[in-house]
């Protein structure tokens, strides 16, 4: 299918998107869902929301679901294991997902950001979408951003986010328009605890042992793209979806 010009919702070369819900093509037939792959830093948040608002599925991101739980019990053992730049155990992830995925808005499709990271979650996320009858017209959509190592760190380091409305900023790469303050709603952008240098380290760690032997693991039993996430970020929002229409209708 032909794609309207990205300008129409909003994008241009090196512009971040008008998060604005596209109702015409959220019409067509149900999407599945869709598992963004990749390391720390390649842009899965950032591609997560412009699938939103094309697509008008959910994002689910563990880890923002996990620091929106600060302030409970649980909350502080998660934040034990994330400002240590460790994996929470697969366990208690995906008791903690498991009810958001049942989610009355997650029929047509969703978007998972950070989830999952390991082979076992990866396996109780496969069985609990078949046994819900989930898994979409042609299985699970995997979407793998590769970035080079060189540039993750200055992507991470000047990665910055609006705390009233989610939307990502990088002072190297999409800086806003007034430094330091969202551009939609005026607010004072934050860099996150866990985008600290030495908790980066850590992270990338965890990533190298933990997920990559998950790619293999997925590519086999998915609906999987594989698409090079340091283009700019609108050639590779165009990636995605055009990978996202190739897995809906079926020619893949
Ligand atoms: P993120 O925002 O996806 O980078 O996640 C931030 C942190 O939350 C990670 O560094 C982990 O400590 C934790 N986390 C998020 N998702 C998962 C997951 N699927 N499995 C284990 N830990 C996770």
Redesign the pocket.
């Known amino acids: 299918m032909a794609w309207p010009p990205l300008a129409a919702f909003g994008m241009g070369p090196f512009l971040e998107p008008m998060i604005v819900p596209d109702t015409d093509s959220a019409a067509g037939p149900p999407l599945g869902p869709v598992i963004l792959l990749g390391v720390?830093g390649a842009g899965k948040g950032t591609q997560a929301q412009r699938i939103v608002a094309r697509y008008a599925i959910p994002q689910i991101?563990?880890?923002?679901i996990?620091r929106a739980a600060a302030g409970t019990a649980q909350g502080r053992q998660l934040a034990a294991?994330?400002e240590r730049?460790?994996?929470?155990p697969d366990e208690l992830?995906c008791a903690i997902i498991a009810p958001r995925l049942a989610g009355p808005d997650c029929r047509r499709g969703f978007i998972l950001?950070?989830?999952?990271?390991?082979i076992p979650?990866a396996d109780w996320l496969l069985d609990f979408l078949a046994c819900r009858g989930l898994a979409g017209p042609r299985g699970p959509i995997v979407v793998y951003l590769t970035v080079g190592y060189n540039d993750l760190y200055r992507r991470l380091a000047g990665r910055r986010t609006c705390p009233a409305c989610g939307r990502i900023y990088n002072d190297f790469s999409q800086p806003p328009q007034r430094p330091g303050l969202c551009d939609l709603d005026g607010s004072a952008l934050v860099q996150r605890r866990?985008d600290d240098p030495e908790v980066i380290r850590e992270?990338l760690i965890s990533y190298e042992e933990r997920t990559l032997p998950l790619i293999e693991h997925l590519r086999r039993r998915t609906c999987f793209h594989q698409i090079y996430g340091a283009d700019p970020v609108a050639r590779v929002t165009e990636n995605v979806f055009w990978a996202l229409e190739t897995c809906r209708d079926g020619a893949r």
């Open positions: 720390p991101s563990t880890g923002d996990f294991y994330m730049g460790e994996l929470v992830v950001d950070g989830f999952p990271r390991t979650q866990d992270r």
